[in-house]
């Protein structure tokens, strides 16, 4: 769970620190208006996945680029039509990544670690099919929370110093990421839930 995080922040390193800008605008897009997208929301987050893995499991160099983006699209492809049903199980996945990272940094390992999480990802899917309306506003809160916090992070690293103080901190208590990102994730869910009232929007 932490090399997963540890990895996207070497690619925000790496990358030209002006990538913050659009992550910043795809962040608050979702936050804002993630009930209206989910469908996309759900697509590209599993052609991402899709990529993801594929690329973890290959050496680096033009194949490993090549095969990553073929099996996102693929999977992306997959999840277009049952959308609905992809929604619970990337809720389910979310929710698990969430448990498990608290876990890991609490010093569980080995089997009940990978029993725990494994429960939880049925558990939460389960529940994200049957509160599909409440979960998607969930996922596309957290997602976009995930952006807007990864776009600031790259801006941030643009300031040496203040990136310094910023990652001290996080490296003294597993907890403060973790916050950064929930804060602004349910800030968006009450925004959002509030437009679905408002608007008796079907998601």
Known sequence: ?????????????????????????????????????WRFCVVVSFGLIGAALTASFLEAGSRQIICAV?????????????ARYAAAVLGGMIIAFMVGYVL???????S???FTVLATLLVGTAYAFINRQLVIVFVTSML????????????????PNFY?????????????????????AVVSCFYQVGEVNRTHSEV
């Open 1 to 37: 769970m932490s090399e997963s995080v540890n990895d996207w922040l070497i690619f925000l390193r790496n990358a030209d620190h002006l990538i913050g800008f659009p992550l910043l605008v795809g962040g608050a897009a979702l936050m804002l208006f993630g009930f209206r997208m």
């Open 70 to 82: 073929a099996a996102g699209v693929v999977l992306a492809a997959v999840t277009y039509r049952p």
């Open 104 to 110: 890991e940094n609490s010093g569980m390992q080995g």
């Open 112 to 114: 009940a670690f990978v």
């Open 144 to 159: 976009g929370a995930t952006l807007l916090v990864s776009g600031v992070a790259a801006l941030v690293m643009a300031w």
């Open 164 to 184: 310094g103080t910023v990652t001290s901190l996080g490296s003294t208590n597993s907890f403060v990421g973790p916050f950064l990102i929930v804060v602004p």
